[in-house]
């Protein structure tokens, strides 16, 4: 091979192989659905609840069922950007559940992955997979599953206003609960104005 | 040939090597013009140019241009200039300025620290860049004194997770002992290097800096301080075995519950970034095989003598700690690979395949790695 061709052959080498990526596939289905698992939704006990941004501006609103979840979010110390805690009883079907609605500014995907990767650096969850998921209001949502000793907790995040979005942050006894009727039910009713 | 062939390094290998060449008298208007198609992961696909000329019109002055656009939609952007070794006012005095524009579609970072997760973290990659560095060069190129100013402004992350837009300077000072027998392309000697941060300013004919934040990693009440040591050993005319060895400690926040980052270490099986702590340690060997050539090159893409092709072969292990108990150095990682370098003069164009326990690397780039 002459000098010539062999450098024509590297170049080409080089610059074919630099940056050779895969795109990260997601291992979540595209949309919430409806869920699986644990009682329906009850429509008639509904609660409908506002998300502000840190002016007090409404930004979005979602709903929950006030017979399944209970606010428990006045027992807890108080959170700069914590808007809910919806918790359920232990001895309720699929309960055990814990939602925290959280408020955060920037990209969805950076807020849901950055505190991911703390709890999995600091707290010894494991990373279990992630992706973009919309809800029944095309709202794109970045979701991702931990689990830490059989115990399940996913993050869910969506841009509402202006790079104001909002983190639910549900925990539950086992990854299953997390994907419940009741919990897509809360997701596929969150919602922007 | 056999009879001259060197089996084992020498002590006297280590010692103050007479340089093969003198840099400065390089030939004028050598260049190498590499053209790249790339497709990344959470970016699209883009087409683009890397170039690096040496001693343009016999004035001294280098230069590296690289430009890529996307395709097929994809909203990518990158533009990037260095000029190095302008010569100043005194003999031995030179700058160097580097500009960059980039927009991609995604930029990624991980965690600081020990237990890292192998997750990455997206932000928004638009930001330019803006490194001006006067260096004072003695005695060969045997002494180099260098102070670096950066100034960054763009999107970043918080040690929250926020993304934020964000302009400040960061500064260093290095200082470089090089007892090789070349600056660019060494096959004996050794070098020792020791960086440090210094206090950047708030403003600068760069640009001024925007409201402080704590970016990721980047705490501005941290000292981090770089020791290098590296050895050249020949064992032929054509085989050297480098080996490279890393230093990093971060001082200041101690007792902080936050993870305080120094340096990256620099292990080529990893994206770059991906391993820091509060200290780091890292350790390489790579061995270099030249096949010489020395032949005249000269059309579009290449003008200058191509005096060889370099296969190296290279492992490389190292550890980030918050601490420099033991644990520093247990379960090291590891990276190893194999590269190619194609030696034009003054010109070093490197590429390298490493993989490591997360998967391959690769990396196309100007100078070799140490």
Known sequence: ?193 | MAAQLVLLPTPSDAQVAERRRVFEERRENVYLIIPAVASLPGVGLFVGVVSSFSNMGGTGIDAAVTVAESVEGSDISAKALAVREIPLFIPGLSLEYQVADIKLGNFTTFLPGRNSPNFTIPFTGEFDVQVLAPSLRLFERRLNLTYRLAFFEGFSVTDDGTEVQQASHGASGSLLLDFTDDVIDPRRGFRIGYTTSLTAPEKSLLGRNSEPVDLLGEDKDIKVENYTLTFYFPFSEQLTLAWHNFYSVASGNEGSDQVVSGAAIPLRGYPGNRWRDRFGVFTGLEARYTLPLNQEIDFLLMHGLLEGIQFALFYEVGQVNPDDGSALYDDLRNSYGVGIRALVEAIVLRLDVATSEEGPQFHLTIDQPF
């Open chain 1, 1 to 193: 091979m002459g000098v010539r061709r062999a450098v024509w052959v590297i170049l080409l080498a080089g610059a074919l192989l630099t940056g050779c990526g895969k795109e990260e596939d997601s291992e979540l289905p595209e949309t919430f659905g409806p869920g699986s698992g644990g009682p329906q939704a009850n429509s008639a006990a509904g609660v409908t609840f506002e998300f502000t941004n840190a002016a007090g501006t409404p930004i979005g609103a979602m709903t929950y069922d006030g017979s399944f979840f209970a606010d428990v979010t006045a027992t807890l110390p108080t959170t700069n950007g914590l808007f809910l805690v919806l918790s359920t009883p232990p001895a309720l079907t699929g309960a055990g559940l814990t939602l925290r609605f959280l408020r955060f500014t920037g990209r969805a995907d950076t807020a849901c992955r950055f505190r991911a990767a703390v709890l999995a650096r600091d707290q010894g969850y494991t990373i279990l997979q992630s992706g973009d998921r919309l809800n029944s209001r095309g709202l794109e949502f970045h979701q991702v599953d931990l689990a830490r000793g059989g115990a399940g907790l996913s993050l869910f995040c969506v841009s509402l206003r202006e790079r104001v979005g909002l983190m639910v942050r549900g925990e539950a006894p086992s990854p299953a609960t997390l994907g419940n009727l009741q919990v897509h039910a809360v997701l596929n009713s969150i919602g922007t104005f």
